[in-house]
T-cell receptor
Framework: KAGVTQTPRYLIKTRGQQVTLSCSPI?????VSWYQQTPGQGLQFLFE???????NKGNFPGRFSGRQFSNSRSEMNVSTLELGDSALYLC????????????FGPGTRLTVT | AQSVSQHNHHVILSEAASLELGCNYS??????LFWYVQYPGQHLQLLLK??????LVKGIKGFEAEFIKSKFSFNLRKPSVQWSDTAEYFC????????????FGQGTTLQVKP
C-alpha cells in the first residue's frame, strides 16, 4: 500500500503571498489531519477532515484553511503569508474511526522570505 | 486545556545503555496514547500505541511503553539502544471522542554514541 504523499515537498514564498499544499492519504483512509511542525512550537494540530467535512480545528488564525475532496485527498491553504508561517507542514491519514492510528506523510517544507 | 509533557528534551546515551523517556499528559478522560519517532531526514513513524487492555505495550525495534493511568504517564523504554536509534521521539495523546486530533509533546532528541 502506498503511504501518505504530500506535494510539493519544498516551497519558497514571500510575505503576503498565499500557498496551497496537497495531501493524498493512504488508499481507503477517510480522515486527513494537518499539523505544523516548528522548532519552537513543536507539532501543532491545524485541522482534521473526515468525509469532506472539517471535524476538528486547532488554534490557528483564519488565514489557515483546508478542504477535502470526495476521493479523500486534502488541501490546505495559507493566505497572506507571514515569516512565522515557515514550517514543516505534515499531513496524516487514518481510517477515521476512534481506534485508528495516524500515518504521516513526509511533509512540505515551507519557507517564507 | 489538554497537554502532553516530555521530561527530557535531549538525551545522550552510549550504545547498549538502557533508555527511558518520560511522558505525562493532562486529561481526565479515556485516551489513546502513541509514541512516534522521526529519524533524521525521515517522516514520523509510529513506534507503538495503546488503546486499551494490557498497559504494557510492545512496539517495533524493541521498544515498549507502559501506561500508568494513576500517574497519567506513558513512558517509553528500550533495554539496549543502538546507534541507529538516534532520532527525535514524540509522545502523543488522542482523546477517544470522535476526532483524529493528536496532541504532541515537545519531543525528545536521542543521541546514541557508538
Amino acid at each position: 500500500k502506498a503511504g501518505v504523499t504530500q506535494t510539493p515537498r519544498y516551497l519558497i514564498k514571500t510575505r503576503g503571498q498565499q500557498v496551497t499544499l496537497s495531501c493524498s492519504p493512504i488508499s481507503g483512509h477517510r480522515s486527513v489531519s494537518w499539523y505544523q511542525q516548528t522548532p519552537g512550537q513543536g507539532l501543532q494540530f491545524l485541522f482534521e477532515y473526515f468525509s469532506e467535512t472539517q471535524r476538528n480545528k486547532g488554534n490557528f488564525p483564519g488565514r489557515f484553511s483546508g478542504r477535502q475532496f470526495s476521493n479523500s485527498r486534502s488541501e490546505m491553504n495559507v493566505s497572506t503569508l507571514e515569516l512565522g508561517d515557515s514550517a514543516l507542514y505534515l499531513c496524516a491519514s487514518s481510517g477515521g474511526l476512534a481506534g485508528y492510528e495516524q500515518y504521516f506523510g513526509p511533509g512540505t517544507r515551507l519557507t517564507v522570505t | 486545556a489538554q497537554s502532553v509533557s516530555q521530561h527530557n528534551h535531549h538525551v545522550i546515551l552510549s550504545e547498549a545503555a538502557s533508555l527511558e523517556l518520560g511522558c505525562n499528559y493532562s486529561y481526565g478522560g479515556t485516551v489513546n496514547l502513541f509514541w512516534y519517532v522521526q529519524y533524521p531526514g525521515q517522516h514520523l513513524q509510529l513506534l507503538l500505541k495503546y488503546f486499551s487492555g494490557d498497559p504494557l505495550v510492545k512496539g517495533i525495534k524493541g521498544f515498549e511503553a507502559e501506561f500508568i493511568k494513576s500517574k497519567f504517564s506513558f513512558n517509553l523504554r528500550k533495554p539496549s539502544v543502538q546507534w541507529s536509534d538516534t532520532a527525535e521521539y514524540f509522545c502523543a495523546v488522542k482523546l477517544t471522542s470522535n476526532t483524529g486530533k493528536l496532541i504532541f509533546g515537545q519531543g525528545t532528541t536521542l543521541q546514541v554514541k557508538p
